[in-house]
């Protein structure tokens, strides 16, 4: 009995290492990103004019979960970004479906602001769109800021950052705006915002780099990781 013991402990000692490792803030910056995400949900069509910039209010919220993105690439590696991305759309569809659900539901209302038959009505194109329009950008944009990392011998990454953020969104803007606004907007608005989108996010992100890269860093010292993309799966839909 005692031997048995002796080999089952040394079969665990063994097999610890081989476990996944826990990292400090990986879960957090999951939550912050999936937050930022479905806040972006409940203003898509709330359109503002900001100094000449005609913009969804959603660009706040949707444009900072490509710079979590990037310091998730730049730290944990781009596997780590491609189970957030799938696993953010699989929460969005979950989220969707509920408010979908409980908007067609009638029950006796002590106030009805109709803010949640509005957001019912649209809330699963706003879903499917997403569905089509959000892969592409983040996988491009993730695709590139681990590539160029290589390339670039980990250096520069606020300038990585902005540039493989600016040809993700660009291509986010073009396809997403157009399923989302068309026959909302006439052809001029449409243009107008998809326009003012992309130059008001290329603005947001090259702000926001600075403080993208010192949180990038913080989170290297804590993890004690640099994960570099080295024989990946670059397959989106490759989730080991």
């Not at 067609?104 to 809330?123: C, E, F, G, K, R």
């Not at 396809?175 to 449409?190: A, R």
Request: aromatic fraction near 16%.
């Amino acid at each position: 009995m005692q031997t048995l013991k002796i080999i089952e402990q040394n079969e665990n000692s063994i097999n610890l290492p081989l476990r996944q490792t826990e990292y400090k803030f990986y879960s957090l910056a999951c939550m912050v990103y999936l937050t930022l995400d479905l806040m972006s949900y409940l203003y898509v069509y709330y359109i503002v004019d900001i100094h000449h910039f005609i913009l969804s209010f959603s660009v706040f919220f949707f444009t900072t979960t490509y710079m979590i993105t990037d310091v998730i690439v730049e730290v944990y590696g781009y596997r780590y970004a491609r189970r957030l991305i799938w696993f953010g759309l699989i929460c969005e569809a979950i989220f969707s479906l509920f408010i979908y659900v409980l908007g067609h539901i009638h029950l006796p209302i002590v106030n009805n602001n109709h803010v949640n038959t509005i957001l019912s009505q649209d809330i699963l194109r706003i879903f499917f769109v997403s569905l089509l329009t959000t892969p592409v950008g983040d996988f491009v944009n993730s695709f590139a800021i681990s590539r160029w990392k290589i390339q670039l011998k980990g250096k520069y990454f606020g300038l990585r950052s902005i540039c493989a953020t600016t040809l993700g969104i660009i291509i986010y803007c073009i396809l997403s705006h157009t399923m989302l606004f068309y026959g909302v907007l006439s052809l001029k608005q449409l243009c107008t915002l998809i326009g003012s989108s992309i130059l008001f996010k290329f603005l947001y992100i090259t702000i926001c780099a600075a403080p993208a890269s010192i949180i990038m860093r913080i989170l290297k010292r804590a993890d004690r990781l640099d994960q570099y993309d080295y024989d990946v799966n670059y397959n989106p839909f490759c989730l080991n």
